[in-house]
């Protein structure tokens, strides 16, 4: 599966973004979708995971309450809703897909190229 991300931008301490990520392919709805962050000088970090179904999500402590994962299997298509940005939630935005299930980075086999989310203070 190929994935391309999007939706990235640069938006003040408060404000909302929502990211997108298209997959080709007609297995989409068999992944399971996560969205991944690295910022400058630190190591790419689980944000969010939804699976095949859309029925189970699970965030990182640093987003919950905050973002919110979806996808629409129709449309070939996983979202990333970020509500209440911060400036630490700067970094390069992945969005990943694994046959299974996972938090990690070495659980996602496929991964997009990466939009850049720049929260101002």
């Known amino acids: 599966v190929q994935l391309q991300a999007c939706g990235g931008g640069l938006v003040q301490a408060g404000g909302s973004l929502r990211l997108s990520c298209a997959a080709s392919g007609r297995t989409f709805s068999r992944y399971t979708m996560g969205w991944f962050r690295q910022a400058p000088g630190k190591e790419r970090e689980f944000v969010a995971a939804?699976?095949?179904?859309?029925?189970?999500?699970y965030y990182a402590d640093s987003v919950k309450a905050r973002f919110t994962i979806s996808r629409d299997n129709g449309k070939n298509t996983v979202y990333l809703q970020m509500n209440s940005l911060k400036p630490e939630d700067t970094a390069v935005y992945y969005c990943a897909a694994n046959l299974g299930w996972g938090v990690v980075v070495t659980a996602y086999d496929y991964w997009g190229q990466g939009t850049q989310v720049t929260v101002s203070s």
């Open positions: 939804i699976s095949w179904s859309g029925g189970s999500t």
